[in-house]
């Protein structure tokens, strides 16, 4: 029997990559089991999905000086220990990891254990986790191609990222049905991330007089962030967070304003939808943004705009070139071969359970 341990956690973008492969491995006869933390986010989601759960020990691995450095190890091994046991009960044929600090125990449990083990890396440069568990993996899955300078021998190959099927099966008609929209005006879809993002928020909401002169407005502003004075704004319509509807929300965009985590970007690759790329800040992150948008400016997938730059006059300039310019950016989005990766992370999955 075909027997498979997904591992990752911590965040919602260590866990919808795995949620995305579930339905293919399924198809394919694969028996799916899930290890994560006690009460992570990744708990809900999966359990959701009616995949066997199990938790495990997990501490923070930190770059910085923090009190719980000194007790988060001990949490680390433990995890290991309970990591070693789930993998000798369940006796998968393959284990594969979106990152996160929970999957370091059970990648290393993995090879002591003697499974093949995959790593999925959706960033520019690796992050802790994965850079701790690359020794211990078979295969490193990668986004980009200049990733592979970070991974030794020869365990890189750029698969690109899984994206959720129901993301592709959006109706551009519901779409503008559930945001009420009746004119042939384009729709502006604005993307802050699952907590918002107060500047983009800010910009957006400043700017909505000279933005609805020529688009529709549909805005994720997340949770908390709803302006009540714009709630009757004709052309405008504002939601915390989404979920069912997002698909169709994104069928319906001609321009998409978002954040640049690796998940977001890669779905809007998959969907060639023409957009604007506000990366986080160096200062509130380690900078995987920043790589990520300016990669795919590179090659000619996005306009970004730096957040220390973003104000009216930026936003509508760049709101300009992105839809004056919409067919060349679709032309770029079509032209390359890493729009999702789903066949090639299946293929590679196969590929190390034949080998078993």
Known sequence: MKRIILTGGGTAGHVTPNMSLIPRLEKEGWSI???GSYNGI??????????PYYGISSGKLRRYFDVKNFTDPFRVSKGYFEAVKLIKEINPSVIFSKGGFVTVPVIMAGRRKKVPTIIHESDMTPGLANKISMPFASKVCLTFPQTLRYVSNDKGVVTGTPIREELLEGSAIKG?????FHNKLPTLLVIGGSLGSRKINEVVRKT?????????????CGKGNIDPSLTHLEG??????VKEELSHFLACADVVVSRAG???????LALKKPHILIPLSASASRGDQILNAYSFKEQGFSYVINEEHLNKTSLVQGLND???NKEDYIFNMNDTKLSNGIENIIALINDLKSTV
Do not use: C, W
């Open 33 to 35: 089991f899930y290890i």
């Open 42 to 51: 990744e708990k809900q989601l999966i359990e959701d999905m009616n995949i």
């Open 236 to 241: 405008y319509t504002q939601y915390e967070y």
């Open 208 to 220: 909505i007089p000279n933005i609805l002169k020529q688009y529709q407005i549909i805005h994720i």
């Open 176 to 180: 503008r049905q559930f945001a009420g």
């Open 262 to 268: 690796a998940n977001t970007i890669s779905e809007l």
């Open 322 to 324: 992105v839809y004056n």
